[in-house]
């Protein structure tokens, strides 16, 4: 069944927008939920819990739009964007898991090399960039921010 005035395209486009809508939404309200189990430090004004929330609420809010007015210029996605998007989804997962155990230097590391590749950039330039972008949050939250990052094991700084 498709909207009036709308061709098949169009359809499936808006039916990819609202699903996108609802695996955001989703996840921000997991995010906004598991936020709440980062212990805050003693005496730390803004505990490790704020930033995923300050994350979730505009995603929330971008989500809940995209559910209620998709966008119907858009087509379904091809299969390989499908299957980049997929896999972006399981290295964030992967990431999220294996953040404690590895630190997030080498884990952050990692998952932006790896996601920048997934978006085309050549070997040289993700390494460069996803560095630059480690190093840069690592900097920002533990220093400006003042909110403690897992360290990598074996150090403790």
Avoid at 37 to 66: K, N
Avoid at 124 to 140: D, E, F, I, K, Q
Wanted: hydrophobic share 55%; charged share 10%.
């Amino acid at each position: 069944m498709s909207e009036p005035g709308l061709n098949t395209d169009q359809v499936s486009g808006a039916v990819a927008d609202r699903i996108a809508g609802v695996v955001l939404l989703l996840m921000a309200v997991g995010a906004w939920w598991y936020s709440h189990t980062f212990p805050a430090g003693f005496g730390q004004v803004v505990g490790p819990g704020a930033f995923p929330r300050l994350v979730s609420v505009p995603m929330g809010l971008f989500a809940a739009y995209l559910v209620i007015r998709p966008g119907v210029n858009q087509r379904w996605p091809q299969r390989a964007a499908l299957l980049r998007q997929g896999a972006a989804l399981l290295l964030l997962g992967i990431y999220a898991g294996v953040l404690k155990l590895l630190g997030f230097l080498p884990a952050s590391l990692v998952c932006v090399v790896l996601l920048i590749r997934l978006f085309g950039a050549t070997w040289r330039a993700s390494l460069v960039c996803g560095a630059l972008l480690t190093v840069s949050l690592y900097l920002l939250f533990e220093f400006a921010l003042g909110m403690p990052l897992p360290n990598m094991p074996g150090l403790d700084w």
